[in-house]
């Protein structure tokens, strides 16, 4: 074998893993979810109130047919809430059922190499529960918060799916 053949098997194996990100944006912040998580992006409609829902869960919506509870994710992370002409629904497709969220705008689908990932930092438990981010990346000067969405949508505060057995 030749000094290339063999290190081709090399190369490839240690080739940084490089995911795509749906990125979107929360008041000043900039948020990231796995791209394959998203199943399509809408134009923000008042959905259908649901009565005594937390204040998240802004209602449902009828998506050919599915009915999709939505939730607003300004309002779970505790943000003032403002709905404008950017303002989007992410429909969602996690832990077997749809779901959309309400964000301020999308911004961009990034490719993200493993490295550029940096761990979220750590908290104690009673601060608050940091559990659903995954990582953080610096993109063009910005700090990006990704989030594992599905963690997020399946916690026992957000009662939208039932709970899993690990």
């Known amino acids: 074998m030749n000094q290339t053949t063999m ?3 090399y190369a490839a194996e240690s080739a940084p893993e490089c995911r795509e990100f749906l990125t979107f944006r929360l ?3 900039q948020y990231g979810i796995h791209i394959l998580k998203v199943q ?4 923000y ?20 047919g599915v009915i999709v509870p939505i ?12 709905y404008d002409e950017g303002t989007v629904v992410i429909v969602l ?19 993200l190499a493993g490295e550029a990932i940096q761990p979220p930092p750590e908290f ?5 529960d940091t559990s659903y981010i995954t990582g953080l990346a610096t993109v063009d000067g910005r700090m990006l918060i990704l989030l594992d969405i599905e963690k997020l949508v399946t916690g026992a505060d957000m009662a939208l799916v039932e709970e899993r057995m690990p």
């Open 71 to 82: 939730v607003d994710l300004r309002v779970r992370f505790d943000l003032p809430f403002s």
């Open 45 to 64: 409609e008042r959905p259908t109130a649901i009565a005594n829902a937390p204040a998240f869960i802004k209602g449902v919506m009828n998506l050919r």
């Open 40 to 43: 399509e992006i809408r134009g």
């Open 124 to 128: 104690a438990d009673s601060v608050f």
């Open 93 to 111: 497709n996690v832990a077997d059922r749809v779901v959309g969220v309400v964000v301020d705008a999308v911004s961009d689908v990034l490719p």
């Open 27 to 29: 008041g000043d912040e």
């Open 7 to 9: 290190q081709a098997p």
